[in-house]
């Protein structure tokens, strides 16, 4: 069974940054596209970015040229670097990841816990 372990959220001020990472853990498994989401109270759940095992990523407009999404593929990991935080970035941070088992498993999605960030004005 794979989960994903997040971390790196927390209180930061504005114009500030922070970097979240997310592991996917266990094994017998590859990983297609790595997104991170982000839910904000009284909002549904929207994408924040994704990107593909090639490397290729896709922002949300409102994070363009701010957050920046990587990935390192031995390790499982998916990471969020977070620049020029604002006060509207404050929310639950969630990862997923498209898991495909390399046994004739099947192909999954996958959620984190979440992690909280909230950016002080």
């Known amino acids: 069974q794979v989960q994903l372990v997040e971390s790196g959220g927390g209180l930061v001020q504005a114009g500030g940054s922070l970097r979240l990472s997310c592991a996917a853990s266990?094994?017998?498994?590859?990983?297609?596209?790595m997104a991170w989401y982000r839910q904000a109270p009284g909002k549904q759940r929207e994408l924040v970015a994704r990107i593909t095992s090639g490397g290729s990523t896709n922002y949300a407009d409102s994070v363009k040229g701010r957050f920046t999404i990587s990935r390192d593929n031995a390790k499982n990991t998916v990471y969020l670097q977070m620049n020029s935080l604002t006060p509207e970035d404050t929310a639950v941070y969630y990862c997923?990841?498209?898991?495909?088992?390399?046994?004739?498993?099947?192909?999954?999605?996958?959620w984190g816990q979440g992690t909280q960030v909230t950016v002080s004005s």
């Open positions: 997923s990841a498209d898991i495909v088992y390399t046994n004739g498993g099947g192909q999954y999605g996958y």
């Open positions: 266990g094994s017998g498994f590859s990983i297609n596209v």
